[in-house]
């Protein structure tokens, strides 16, 4: 069986997530405008399968639906159901929980993500 190497213009797995995740970036941290308190219900098309509701009163309830938000929401997602100072505080312990791709996209966009980082090292 003969191999088939990759085009010489083709991009990386990696580049293609890394690009994915960044078109859905917000444009600033402040549109994320989502809920700060009770309980959030995640549509089908961010979470399709297991736990749908979340407690964001809960900490451990609140950093799952963040951690599947930033993972699978579409820009209209985050902006719906992250809040900024909510992102803002639990940064530290977040980025320890979700995909390099994913942090490294976040932090290159917003530099108090990555002061947030740098401050809990």
Excluded: C, K, N
Aim: aromatic fraction near 6%.
């Amino acid at each position: 069986m003969a191999l088939v190497s990759p085009l010489p213009d083709e991009p990386s797995a990696a580049e293609v997530l890394r690009a994915r995740y960044t078109s859905r970036l917000p444009e600033h941290l402040t549109d994320l405008a989502g809920p700060a308190h009770g309980t959030v219900a995640l549509p089908l098309h961010v979470v399709w399968s297991g736990l749908r509701s979340f407690d964001l009163d809960r900490p451990r309830s609140r950093m799952s639906l963040y951690r599947t938000v930033l993972a699978e929401g579409q820009r209209e997602d985050l902006t719906a159901f992250l809040h900024s100072d909510l992102l803002l505080a639990q940064w530290p312990v977040l980025r320890t929980l979700i995909s390099r791709t994913i942090r490294d996209v976040w932090e290159s966009r917003f530099t108090d993500l990555a002061a947030r980082a740098s401050i809990a090292a």
